[in-house]
């Protein structure tokens, strides 16, 4: 599992620095988003819930399932989609009605 950060697509928000839990993201000398230490993530995803244009997205390897697909997150609403796009150019959506998801 491991972060990557697009530089082209990062506006330099910052939202993804402020939310990581292990401090790992900082501003670059460019202005955008960028993960000294991938392999240090702890996995939380709470960059990736943050980002509003998807520049910061999840790798899933093969090792836990996921054969090289990338997830992003869409919020609309109470609705965060969870967006899965597989090698083979499939994309599968998980749809989190957020309102609704801690009440089990």
């Known amino acids: 599992m491991s972060i990557m950060i697009d530089k082209n697509t990062c506006i330099g928000c910052g939202a993804c620095e402020k939310v990581c839990p292990g401090s790992l993201i900082h501003m670059g000398e460019e202005g955008k988003a960028v993960m000294g230490y991938p ?7 709470s960059c990736i819930k943050e980002c509003p244009v998807h520049a ?22 109470d609705i965060l989609s969870w ?15 957020t309102k609704e998801s801690n009440k089990y």
Do not use: N, Y
Not at 56 to 66: N, P, Q, R, S, W
Not at 83 to 93: A, C, F, L, N, W
């Open 56 to 77: 910061v997205k999840f790798f899933l390897g093969a090792d836990i399932g996921g054969m090289g697909s990338l997830v992003h997150t869409e919020r609309k609403g």
């Open 39 to 45: 392999k240090d993530c702890w996995g939380c995803t």
């Open 83 to 97: 967006v899965i796009e597989k090698p083979d150019g499939e994309v599968q959506t998980i749809d989190i009605d």
